[in-house]
């Protein structure tokens, strides 16, 4: 059938476009990183949270430098939780490996939301034809949690990122049907944009293409919007009581809206929804985010980078205001940071704030 009757018959909801499977599944990886050890003790009460921040968040301060102590390697295996989708057709040619940020879980990607108008996995397997691995960050949701501060942090998450990769394209995921990829493309949101560019600047072969989204390298705007996002203990709420001490989570709705949203780009349905679905993270992800951020990156591969122009965390609340006429955007100044990607974009979500999938439909 051409493809446009196939889009009409989906318009008038014959059906046919029913279109994607999906399995939920366990995966173990057996995974090594070099971890920091930090002097700080695990931010228990609600005063040490935000005595945290206070000191995560101070101007002219690196904390993390200033509470290292040693570095370790931490290994062994974890239990990641993986969501893998396919066209009902049969696989994608291409696999999107896909991490979300701080406060989400991989349902990020697939937002139930006014049903699945919102989800990003729904538009690449069912218009587009790619499959889908969604997983949840190790600490966060059902993935294996750990110790917040030692353990749960950047650089063994991106060897879990790096593992999952492996499986794809050696067929060993325990899926159904374990498909075999030659092209694995890594996408993120946020903190899993970090991660997917930590990855390939670790390793520059590792990835086909990879697009980074609610993306920049300026770190100028983090202080503000950490503590917009009023951390507070996390299981002092009854939905996070399986979380262990000293993992954090956003305050309140106010603190969620300040973190994810832009004026006038969203629905009171969807902070509702954010509200519903947020998870917690660890001071230690926070701690290890910057260094992140700062290294240098070869990756020769395409680069896509998508960013809201509202976004607080990484372009202050505007991306357009860059202050040096050369540059057209905050996001655009990581063309110096990776500067051998070919093709290299980078797209101003006009008026989006941060968390990108969650930006109302323009009437
Ligand atoms: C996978 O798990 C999620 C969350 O537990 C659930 O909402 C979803 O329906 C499950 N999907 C499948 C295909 O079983
Ligand atoms: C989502 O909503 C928009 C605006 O109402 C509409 O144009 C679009 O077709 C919807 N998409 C899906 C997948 O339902
Ligand atoms: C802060 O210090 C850490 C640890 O030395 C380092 O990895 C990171 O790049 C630094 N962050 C910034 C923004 O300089
Ligand atoms: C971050 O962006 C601001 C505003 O455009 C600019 O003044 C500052 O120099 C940038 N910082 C870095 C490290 O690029």
């Not at 994810?260 to 902070?271: K, S, V, Y």
């Amino acid at each position: 059938m051409p493809l446009k009757i196939l889009g009409l018959a989906a318009v008038l909801g014959w059906g046919i476009v029913s279109a994607r499977k999906c399995e939920n599944i366990s995966v173990s990886v057996d995974i090594e990183a070099r971890t920091a050890d930090f002097d700080l003790e695990t931010p228990v009460s609600s005063v040490d949270v935000t005595d945290f921040s206070l000191n995560l968040f101070r101007q002219g301060h690196n904390f993390t430098e200033e509470i290292v102590t040693s570095y370790r390697t931490t290994s062994g295996e974890y239990e990641i939780a993986a969501t893998y989708c396919t066209p009902d057709a049969g696989p994608g040619h291409v696999v999107q490996l896909l991490t979300h940020g701080i406060g989400f879980d991989r349902s990020y990607w697939d937002l139930s939301l006014n049903d699945f108008n919102h989800s990003y996995v729904h538009e690449a397997v069912e218009h587009y034809g790619y499959s889908t691995l969604t997983w949840d960050r190790l600490g966060t949701a059902q993935s294996q949690h750990g110790e917040p501060v030692g353990e749960i942090q950047a650089s063994l998450e991106v060897a879990a990122l790096r593992a999952l990769t492996t499986k794809l394209r050696e067929g060993t995921l325990p899926c159904r049907e374990a498909d075999r990829f030659s092209t694995v493309v890594h996408g993120g949101h946020s903190f899993g944009s970090y991660h997917t560019y930590l990855l390939t600047a670790q390793d520059p072969t590792i990835s086909d293409g990879i697009f980074l989204t609610s993306f920049s390298q300026n770190g100028s705007f983090t202080d503000v919007a950490g503590l917009g996002g009023n951390f507070v203990p996390a299981n002092a709420n009854p939905s996070f009581a399986f979380y262990r001490d000293g993992y954090l989570s956003y305050g309140n709705p106010s603190a969620l809206q300040a973190a994810l949203l832009a004026p006038g780009q969203f629905d009171t349905d969807m902070l509702k929804f954010a509200g519903t679905m947020t998870q917690p993270f660890t001071p230690g992800e926070m701690l290890t985010i910057g260094g992140e951020t700062n290294t240098p990156n070869t990756y020769g591969g395409p680069v896509l980078i998508i960013t809201g122009s509202k976004d607080m965390p990484f372009c202050g609340g505007d991306c357009l205001r860059t202050g040096l006429p050369v540059l057209s955007s905050i996001p655009e100044s990581s063309s110096a940071f990776m500067a051998n990607a070919r093709p290299s974009r980078c797209f101003i979500v006009p008026e989006a704030g941060h968390a990108l999938n969650l930006v109302r439909w323009l009437s």
